[in-house]
T-cell receptor, first 112, second 112 residues
Framework: NAGVTQTPKFRILKIGQSMTLQCTQD?????MYWYRQDPGMGLKLIYY???????DKGEVPNGYNVSRSTTEDFPLRLELAAPSQTSVYFC???????????FGPGTRLTVL | EDKVVQSPLSLVVHEGDTVTLNCSYE??????LLWYKQEKKAPTFLFML????IEKKSGRLSSILDKKELFSILNITATQTGDSAVYLC????????????FGTGTSLTVIP
């Protein structure tokens, strides 16, 4: 199993550009999450999904959108990139038990 | 406001020392509390605690939860340089998606 994979690993955007961060898991997990981690800070939940077709906002959803058309994929969309969105983005998934989340390797995004 | 607060924010110790990391939370109704270790990349799971007063142990690491006083501690004995990392605490809420709320983390540096 590859676990949770994220692409790209790094990206530099100009202000106002848009992009999609990809996240895929091959563990057949229903629950998936997107976090951002700013330097020296903890993880902040952006969006989460409890299954295909269902998404909900986390703590910091503004400026982002998600979709969950399949169990495996949970892409995160930035429509109008702003410098405040410079961060490391982690995708995670979890099975049905109240157990650990499995994290992807992260995407480092810089908005200039 | 922060639901999960970790202390200290950073800590520098010598190899062989014992450290205690603290996690206090404001959430009274939660499913579980988790500890993660984050080195340079994604967090890796350490412990999940659901019951008060029951210590979880893994090698030199141990953790316990006090649901009455709303805190958890992570102990590391005989620290090694490989223990240097950020240690994150997260509380799992009992809502539909079982959202994880992370603290800002404690940065531990172990010097030889």
């Amino acid at each position: 199993n590859a676990g949770v994979t994220q692409t790209p690993k790094f990206r530099i955007l100009k202000i106002g550009q848009s992009m999609t961060l990809q996240c895929t898991q091959d563990m057949n997990h229903n629950y998936m999450y997107w976090y951002r981690q700013d330097p020296g800070m903890g993880l902040k939940l952006i969006y989460y999904s409890v299954g295909a077709g269902i998404t909900d906002k986390g703590e910091v959803p503004n400026g982002y959108n998600v979709s969950r058309s399949t169990t495996e994929d949970f892409p995160l969309r930035l429509e109008l990139a702003a410098p405040s969105q410079t961060s490391v983005y982690f995708c995670a998934s979890r099975g049905n038990s109240y157990n650990e989340q499995f994290f992807g390797p992260g995407t480092r995004l810089t908005v200039l | 406001e922060d639901k999960v607060v970790q202390s200290p924010l950073s800590l520098v110790v010598h190899e062989g020392d014992t450290v205690t990391l603290n996690c206090s939370y404001e959430v009274t109704n939660f499913r579980s509390l988790l500890w993660y270790k984050q080195e340079k990349k994604a967090p890796t799971f350490l412990f999940m605690l659901t019951s008060s007063g029951i210590e979880k142990k893994s090698g030199r690491l141990s953790s316990i939860l006090d649901k009455k006083e709303l805190f958890s501690i992570l102990n590391i004995t005989a620290t090694q340089t490989g223990d240097s990392a950020v240690y994150l605490c997260a509380v799992v809420l009992p809502n539909t998606g079982n959202q994880f709320y992370f603290g800002t983390g404690t940065s531990l540096t172990v010097i030889p």
